[in-house]
């Protein structure tokens, strides 16, 4: 399809386990954010790429969490030793310069 | 204080009331203006996007930039019940390596 596409859709894990999110953005878009959003809460930044290098990762909560786009395309996201303070939805979007940014589905994670 | 503010709602209307929402932002640098409309356990889409100060319409929508009191509203005339949704204020500022700043989102419920 032409939008931005998350995968899984849904993911539950349990408490110290790893888990990788994916995302496919708009072909052609050169940026990709990752974000994260809890319940009842806007969308709350993670990081940014540009091409296959991170631009801004200020977001990103702690040294647990980790992401790459090594082909300036697909992005993963990395989350190691997951904490219940994990779960949320972690959604993605993807943009072609000073454009509108196009989001995904979201993949929602639940940590037990 | 968060650098975007938004009105969390829930926001109850009839239908075919004109819903007005709204959003203040402290950081002056903001040149990029967007409405996404969330509906439950979906991902963000966008309704506008708007550069700059001035006012933008599409159909029964129409945004509104005061960059002077930094305050963006979305208008939406002739409600409907499938407007019912949550709508989510995002900006960022001029340049490709910029994120998107986020609301916390208002509820809207549009009633029969």
């Known amino acids: 399809g032409a939008g931005v596409s998350q995968t899984p859709s849904n993911k539950v894990t349990e408490k110290g386990k790893y888990v990788e999110l994916r995302c496919d953005p708009i072909?052609?878009?050169?940026?990709l954010y990752w974000y994260r959003q809890s319940l009842g809460q806007g969308p709350e930044f993670l990081i940014y790429f540009q091409g296959t290098g991170a631009a801004d990762d200020s977001g990103l909560p702690n040294d647990r969490f980790f992401a790459v786009r090594p082909e300036g395309s697909v992005s993963t996201l990395k989350i190691q030793r997951t904490e219940r303070g994990d779960s949320a939805v972690y959604l993605c979007?993807?943009?072609?310069?000073?454009?509108?940014?196009?989001f995904g589905q979201g993949t929602r994670l639940t940590v037990v | 204080q968060k650098e975007v503010e938004q009105d969390p709602g829930p926001l109850s209307v009839p239908e075919g009331a004109i819903v007005s929402l709204n959003c203040t932002y402290s950081n002056s640098a903001f040149q990029y203006f967007m409405w996404y409309r969330q509906y439950s356990r979906k991902g963000p889409e966008l309704l506008m996007y708007?550069?700059?100060?001035g006012n933008k319409e599409d159909g029964r929508f129409t945004a509104q930039v005061d960059k002077s009191s930094k305050y963006i509203s979305l208008f939406i005339r002739d409600s409907q019940p499938s407007d019912s949704a949550t709508y989510l204020c995002?900006?960022?500022?001029?340049?490709?390596?910029?994120?998107?700043?986020f609301g916390t989102g208002t509820r809207l419920q549009v009633t029969l």
């Open positions: 979007a993807s943009r072609g310069g000073d454009t509108e940014a196009f």
């Open positions: 995002a900006m960022s500022l001029t340049g490709t390596a910029s994120k998107l700043t």
């Open positions: 072909s052609g878009h050169t940026a």
């Open positions: 708007t550069y700059s100060s």
